[in-house]
């Protein structure tokens, strides 16, 4: 296995501190590892994007990609930021969106992206989506903020559990 | 506990940092990406644009985070703190974009301190050096008093934001094309809580009636132009706020329309002289906020505490 194949496979193995059931790669969050020669061999540089602009864990990725990275034999690791294009919640990968629902959070749909003006939403922000504990459909929003910037609160009527809704960007 | 042997927080200084949930270095929130600006763009002016945009994020922010456990139940204290985060990550950013187009801007630290240069910009600029809108300073009031707030300033955020995507410069139309997705959530929930007092009760209803009568005299900072906004609207590389006076027009009436509530019809909160907070003339709350938000950082200005 080259390098770069061997650095893909140790930094796609980094999981998401607060979604530590789902990969850095499988967020989307991954945008690219490179492997360069230098003096002393080699540098590895992974891309990474924030979920949101604000998002905290962007730090804590950092660090575990390179330590994850060291570990595996890279000294050299130099972790960059990529604002352009902004992560959207279409890059959660099928296995991603398996992982959530077995954790119990609900994937999110398609995301809208208009080019031109946001349309004001005064109802519900999108249809419900089914319960991921029991698959009911009657759902209801709680909140449209959750314990993370990518997240908002739902309840299940049928089964009385609420859930997390990973939010469509 | 101590004794010669050392103290029980020996292990918690030094080594490696990673045992911290979220790491204890400073970190470039630009690391890697290009800040090249663009031809023909001065570097002042782009420091002053970024400083504008970043303050209304900043002192945004710095109101709603005080909302934190103040809110009427829990589902809207985290979407407030959520809210404020957002806006915190916008701030640095475009203050980190601000000093790295024209590091001039940054405030001087004593040799060696650490303090990255948009914390540099946040904590050790006096209040005349921000750049901020005064809706964004003036004093937190009732609940209802920051659902206006926010709508105010995300309907006219959200809008500039949507134009600003397609900036000359990189990093600001990185920015806005991020901000747009994080904004329209923000004007949304303020437009449902809007709807929802106005048609709550009727003491709901008065409260965001005299919130909305209170704040409306500083709607229009947000839709009127500076000079240097005007200048880098020119350059491609910025948005003239009045080109977005229909849009952000548009979006309030709809929610005035269905809330049942009527424009208010209030004048402008006029400058001193001219001058708003877009020229660094503030209301007195801003010094307030800032002797709260900035004491911490002014007193360790090495970074080290």
Not at chain 1, 21 to 35: H, K, P, S
Not at chain 2, 8 to 27: K, P, R
């Amino acid at each position: 296995m080259s390098g770069r194949d061997r650095a893909i496979e140790v930094a796609g193995q980094v999981r998401d501190p607060e979604m530590p059931m789902l990969t850095l790669a499988d967020l989307g969050v991954l945008r690219g590892v490179e492997v360069r020669p230098d003096d002393d061999g080699e540098a590895v540089i992974v891309s990474i994007t924030p979920t949101y602009t604000g998002c905290p864990a962007m730090a804590t990725m950092r660090d575990d990609l390179v330590h994850r990275l060291n570990d595996a034999g890279f000294a050299r690791v130099e972790v960059r930021v990529v604002l352009d294009p902004p992560w959207s919640s279409d890059w959660i990968s099928e296995r991603g969106r398996a992982a959530l629902r077995e954790a119990g959070l609900s994937p999110p749909g398609p995301a809208a992206h208009p080019a031109g003006p946001v349309m004001l939403t005064l109802g519900p922000p999108r249809p419900a989506p089914p319960c991921p504990r029991c698959g009911s459909a009657a759902t209801r929003l709680t909140s449209e903020f959750g314990a993370t910037a990518c997240k908002a609160l739902y309840r299940c009527t049928d089964c009385l559990e609420p859930f997390e809704h990973v939010k469509e960007i | 506990m101590s004794d010669e042997s050392g103290s029980i927080f020996d292990g918690l200084i030094g080594g490696d940092s990673s045992q911290w949930a979220f790491g204890t270095d400073f970190e470039d929130p630009l690391a890697g990406v290009d800040t090249t600006v663009p031809d023909g763009v001065d570097h002042g002016e782009l420091a002053g644009y970024c400083l504008m945009l970043g303050d209304d994020a900043l002192i945004m922010s710095q109101r709603l985070s005080e909302w934190c456990s103040r809110a009427p139940d829990l589902e809207e204290d985290i979407a407030l703190a959520n809210m404020a985060l957002d806006l915190l990550g916008q701030a640095r950013l475009l203050l980190a974009r601000a000093a790295a187009a024209d590091p001039g801007v940054v405030p001087a630290l004593p040799d060696g301190s650490p303090v990255p240069a948009e914390d540099a910009l946040a904590f050790f600029r006096e209040a005349e050096a921000f750049r901020n809108v005064r809706l964004a300073e003036v004093a937190n009031g009732d609940f209802a008093h920051v659902v206006v707030r926010l709508l105010l300033f995300s309907a006219a955020r959200l809008a500039l934001l949507e134009r600003l995507r397609g900036s000359a410069d990189k990093v600001l139309a990185a920015v806005a094309a991020k901000g747009v997705k994080e904004v329209a959530y923000h004007r949304d929930w303020a437009g449902r809580w809007f709807l929802t007092l106005a048609r709550g009760t009727d003491e709901s209803h008065r409260r965001l009636v005299a919130a909305l009568d209170a704040l409306w005299p500083l709607q229009d900072e947000l839709v009127a132009t500076h000079p240097l906004e005007r200048s880098l609207a020119r350059a491609g590389v910025g948005v003239d706020p009045a080109s977005t006076r229909d849009e952000v027009d548009a979006v309030l009436d709809q929610v005035f329309a269905v809330s049942g509530v009527d424009r208010p019809d209030r004048a402008p909160l006029a400058g001193v002289g001219g001058r708003t907070g877009r020229h660094g003339t503030h209301t007195e709350a801003l010094s307030r906020l800032l002797a709260e938000m900035q004491v911490v950082a002014r007193a360790h200005p090495s970074g080290r505490w």
